[in-house]
T-cell receptor, first 116, second 116 residues
Framework: GAGVSQSPSNKVTEKGKDVELRCDPI?????LYWYRQSLGQGLEFLIY????????KSGLPSDRFSAERTGGSVSTLTIQRTQQEDSAVYLC??????????????FGPGTRLTVT | AQSVTQLDSQVPVFEEAPVELRCNYS??????LFWYVQYPNQGLQLLLK??????LVESINGFEAEFNKSQTSFHLRKPSVHISDTAEYFC??????????????FGQGTILTVHP
């Protein structure tokens, strides 16, 4: 596709269940980012993958959150034992290798997660 | 570490009036600066960016922002707004290098509502 895609678009889950959120970045983009957007916290960085380098996990709020990126393309964000405070819109973005001449993160439409 | 403060959570204006959305940042290192826009029911899109060079940057739809290093500000302006500019606007910063290269820190957002 032409843009970043995310699935599912909406997810409702019960407290305590695990969820997996998927991101398909733009083909050829080596950098991939996860953010979340919630009413109380605004837009927060979660994790960042750049090529084959170790990911920057500094934004993950707890050890219940993890992410992987397989084959340098698709990424999955996993939240274990979901809590109500995990309810938010989870955004994925990708960008080309930073070359100093063009720098833009292209955002997907997001996955709205509701924990009941 | 960086932080971004958007001084107004909501800005209502009438069509064809000028508008300024304020953004101040704090950082111990130099940063790249961005404005992203989120139209109703759409994903985040890059509006404009400052990486280096001229401190005044412009977007294709008439917005402009000026980087002021001494005041650590990057305010967004438009001389005459349209109904279609109604959206939420996010100011963001990113370090230009290092291990956090590419990680965006966002402000809380400003909802611009343009009234007829």
């Amino acid at each position: 596709g032409a843009g970043v895609s995310q699935s599912p678009s909406n997810k409702v889950t019960e407290k305590g269940k695990d969820v997996e959120l998927r991101c398909d970045p733009i083909s050829g983009h080596t950098a991939l980012y996860w953010y979340r957007q919630s009413l109380g916290q605004g837009l927060e960085f979660l994790i960042y993958f750049q090529g084959n380098s170790a990911p920057d996990k500094s934004g993950l709020p707890s050890d219940r959150f993890s992410a992987e990126r397989t084959g340098g393309s698709v990424s999955t964000l996993t939240i274990q034992r979901t809590q109500q405070e995990d309810s938010a819109v989870y955004l994925c973005a990708s960008s080309r290798k930073l070359d100093g001449a063009s720098y833009e993160q292209y955002f997907g439409p997001g996955t709205r997660l509701t924990v009941t | 570490a960086q932080s971004v403060t958007q001084l107004d959570s909501q800005v209502p204006v009438f069509e064809e009036a000028p508008v300024e959305l304020r953004c101040n940042y704090s950082s111990s290192v130099s940063v790249y600066l961005f404005w992203y826009v989120q139209y109703p029911n759409q994903g985040l899109q890059l509006l404009l960016k400052y990486l280096s060079g001229s401190t005044l940057v412009e977007s294709i739809n008439g917005f402009e922002a000026e980087f002021n290093k001494s005041q650590t500000s990057f305010h967004l302006r438009k001389p005459s707004v349209h109904i279609s500019d109604t959206a939420e606007y996010f100011c963001a910063v990113s370090p230009p290098g290092g291990t956090s290269y590419g990680k965006l820190t966002f402000g809380q957002g400003t909802i611009l509502t343009v009234h007829p």
